[in-house]
């Protein structure tokens, strides 16, 4: 893996081929500039959006005036405003996060690799990108900003996290949702090890706040095939529990179990308008970013 001063999840190859796919956003956003993304308010630019009746105080100079020549009335036009966004990258550092198959990226590298390209990619196009990391607490919490040197700090954070703790994915994303009042873009990077539906009720609240929601959820192909064939023990990461199993006894049950679980989050997500990006840490990561790259540019405007 090519490496940018020390950075090895930055692969400057990879930054380069991408580096000309806009990131778009399904919502509009609020921000602070003027910028690739649609704005739930009106201002004016180069794209016409409505009419509207003439109200004491507007701008005389978007008066229609031949539509006021045709209805003896004044109609004043208004235009799509265009604005930045800004992203949270939230990333969950728990122990399950470091299960890694032999030869493999762990989960939590693997999604290293996807945020630290989202964030160049983000803030190379005039938008703000911000990190969260955490596990059984917070441990980071690095606010949004464009300035380029700003991707200095979430790299540095990046390479400094390690997977360890138990999950408090549930709980943090209700702080988020209740922190981050204006709209933006929130994508999720973690295995999603906790029960579906109160990370359901995340997503939802999330939502309600009107905020564009993205979900990666990461697995390791072992953890989606379970191929083992011998007698294991499996050691909990986030806790010292061990078990003792003879895999051929208990496959068909866990397949069962991880199948539900995909189904409900699946199921969950189209109800709340939530993208989902089940991704396997075997798939080429500039692959994964390249097709979500790609569905995100249909949605500008």
């Known amino acids: 893996m090519a490496e940018r001063g020390g950075r090895t999840f930055l692969d400057p190859k990879v930054v380069a081929r991408l580096v000309q796919q806009p990131m778009g956003t399904r919502l509009p956003m609020i921000g602070s500039v003027a910028g690739l993304h649609r704005s739930p308010h009106r201002g004016s630019s180069v794209e016409f959006a409505e009419y509207r009746k003439y109200a004491p105080g507007d701008d005389i100079r978007r008066v229609d005036w031949r539509v006021y020549a045709r209805t003896d009335r004044f109609y004043v036009k208004e235009f799509e405003a265009d604005t930045n966004l800004r992203c949270y990258l939230i990333l969950d550092c728990s122990g399950s996060m470091a299960f890694r198959a032999e030869g493999r990226d762990s989960k939590l590298d693997y999604a290293k690799r996807l945020i ?116 294991m023990r499996f050691v909990d990461l986030e806790s010292p529990e061990t078990l003792l199993s003879e895999p051929a006894v208990i496959r068909d049950q866990y397949l069962k179990a991880v199948r539900a679980h995909l189904t409900a989050l699946r199921e969950g997500c189209n109800r709340f308008a939530v993208e989902l990006q089940t991704v396997a840490t075997d798939e080429n990561y500039e692959m994964v970013l390249r097709a979500f790259l790609r569905g995100r540019a249909l949605k500008i405007r």
């Open 116 to 231: 630290a390209t989202l964030a160049y990619l983000l803030i190379h196009q005039g938008d703000a990108a911000g990190l969260v990391c955490l596990s059984d607490r917070m441990l980071w919490d690095i606010p949004p900003k464009r300035n380029p040197r700003h991707l200095q700090a979430l790299f540095d954070v990046l390479e400094e996290v390690s997977a360890r703790g138990e999950t408090a994915l549930i709980r943090s994303l209700h702080e988020v949702a209740e922190r981050v009042r204006q709209r933006a873009l929130v994508m999720i990077f973690s295995d999603f090890f906790c029960p579906a539906e109160p990370l359901l009720e995340c997503f939802q609240h999330l939502r309600f706040q009107k905020h564009d929601v993205v979900a990666f959820h990461l697995m390791d192909r072992l953890e989606l095939d379970f191929p083992f064939d011998r007698p």
